[in-house]
């Protein structure tokens, strides 16, 4: 992959708002789902994610910074070996040649097939050793952003997602999924001489308007009336895989936390956390007949005994 910064369009001291942006710029531009017909488009999106995911990672951009690691995340070979040949005398001769003793040209190409087996059997000095090549590399990992809603985390609903050459395959979200977890597609990154790299996948799990997670549990306040308070009620409840029936107690109070079992997140240890409801007495504003009620009734308890007031 070319240089991150290029490749998003950014300085090199950009801030992450600035990068976050060209981001989201390109990307919606490049998405497959807009190019269909433009098979390059699918691969300049596939760049575009993995410079985002590189320079939007504090570590990995200063070790790219610094030298320590590539454009695609990988170390960086010692003593500039494989950046365009091994370097010979510095005072003359080309690259690839180093004059001995005698002033004679060494062709190193024999000595490393000899050391690493490249002619194979012993037909090298060093052949005897009987050293094996290097398998040929994968190609380069593909990098996913997916975004699922709080709902379908909890339940572990199927996920569509579209893959650099256009494809979609279905995804079922592991257990205990939360934002910053990372699924791999085997065979689902860019081809390479030893096979396709990997296609990996980063999800976030959006916010809900009132589900709040806790853990593999899901908490909930839920309004209820004075008199269903008072007297008990059966009250419909939502949960993450629908409306529920809820029995109230009779007398319950504002801040009264009953359990619903089984209807939290999935656990990576097996089953389904709970999800927890905090009564919130709700009432009236300015109800005369709430007040007349008030007025007739004296309530004598040290209510905030316990405070020490």
Known sequence: ??????????AKNADEAEIKS????????????????????????????KAYDLLSDKEKRGQFDRGEIDADGNPAMPFGYGGGGFRGDP???????????????????????GLFGGRGGGGGPFG????????????ANVAYRLSVSFIDAATQAMQRITLADGKTIDLKLPAGVETGTQMRLAGKGQPGPGGNGDGIVTITVKDH????????????????????AVKGA?????????????????GSTSGKVMRLKGKGFSQKSGGR????V??????????????????EWTDTRAVRAELGV
């Open 22 to 49: 060209a981001y989201r710029k390109l990307a919606k531009q490049l998405h497959p789902d807009r190019n269909k017909d433009n098979p390059k488009a699918a691969e300049k999106f596939s760049d575009v994610t």
């Open 1 to 10: 992959m070319a240089d991150p910064y290029s490749t998003l369009g950014v």
């Open 209 to 228: 308007p009132f589900f709040v997670r806790d853990g593999s549990n899901i908490r909930l306040d839920l309004p209820v009336t004075l008199a269903e």
């Open 128 to 139: 005897g050793f009987g050293a094996r090549s290097a398998p040929p590399p994968k190609g």
């Open 234 to 250: 059966k009250v419909k409840v939502p949960t993450v895989d629908g409306p529920v029936m809820l029995s109230i107690p009779a």
């Open 278 to 295: 905090r009564l919130m007495v709700d009432l009236p504003k300015d109800d005369p007949a709430l007040r007349r009620i008030v007025d």
């Open 91 to 113: 005072r003359g001769g080309p690259q690839g040649d180093f004059r001995g003793f005698g002033g004679e040209s060494a062709d190193f190409g024999d000595i490393f097939e």
């Open 273 to 276: 956390g709970d999800q927890l």
